[in-house]
């Protein structure tokens, strides 16, 4: 079955970085596109972040544009997201996705439990 | 404020419909597909409609979904006291570059 568990989240000051991974299994990695989604507290679903099957093409939200940034490793079957210069604004709980398809995103098939990472002093 | 409009909140009573809204625009839903999701207090969320009115393997044929120009709704009928949830809509915009969703519907069955 499809498994899609994140970890890297935390508590973390403001400005610090903070690296998040997803780790999948149950299907071919290499052969989906992968997102990160995250909730702030009370909030809706606020989309952040794609990377192509190949991770040929990158997409960012602009909320996150030029301090996060998202990659893949096909050989670990892993997807990760680097967050830097962090901001109270940041909290949220994280949540890994695999798309339906490869490229242009599509629908979210298959979410990951979320990983809470909290910006705070 | 969301890209896509979702009604804050919507109730009916357990076994009869409700219908929820998504309004967008032509660059996200009036030319791509749409999708939704439902969250159940204190888990991620689910896929339950795909490419604008399909349902995943497990997904009952209670709930359907439909697109009409740069509107999308979710039909849910028999409703029972489980569907309590938010609801969300998503899509890609193909203006942004970006994936947007709705803000959000609760639904309560009383």
């Known amino acids: 079955q499809v498994q899609l568990v994140e970890s890297g989240g935390g508590v973390v000051q403001p400005g610090r970085s903070l690296r998040l991974s997803c780790a999948a299994s149950g299907f071919t990695f290499r052969s989906y596109a992968m997102h990160w989604v995250r909730q702030g507290p009370g909030k809706g679903l606020e989309w952040v972040a794609v990377i192509w099957f190949d991770g040929s093409v990158k997409y960012l939200a602009d909320s996150v544009k030029g301090r996060f940034s998202i990659s893949r490793d096909n050989s670990k079957n892993t997807v990760f997201l680097q967050m830097n210069s962090l901001s109270p604004e940041d909290t949220a709980v994280y949540y890994c996705?695999?798309?339906?398809?490869?490229?242009?995103?599509?629908?979210?098939?298959?979410w990951g439990q979320g990983t809470q990472v909290t910006v705070s002093s | 404020q969301s890209v896509l409009t979702q009604p804050p909140s919507v109730s009916a009573a357990p076994g009869q419909k409700v219908t929820i809204s998504c309004s967008g625009s032509s660059s996200n839903i009036g030319n791509n597909y749409v999708s939704w999701y439902q969250q159940l207090p204190g888990t991620a969320p689910k896929l339950l409609i795909y490419?604008?009115?399909k349902r995943p393997s497990g997904i009952p044929d209670r709930f359907s979904g439909s697109k009409s120009g740069t509107s999308a709704t979710l039909d849910i009928t028999g409703l029972q006291t489980g569907d309590e949830a938010d609801y969300y809509c998503?899509?890609?915009?193909?203006?942004?570059?970006?994936?947007?969703f709705g803000g959000g519907t609760k639904l309560t069955v009383l």
């Open positions: 998503g899509t890609w915009d193909s203006s942004l570059s970006t994936v947007v």
């Open positions: 490419d604008n009115n």
């Open positions: 996705a695999r798309d339906r398809g490869t490229g242009t995103p599509k629908s979210f098939e298959y």
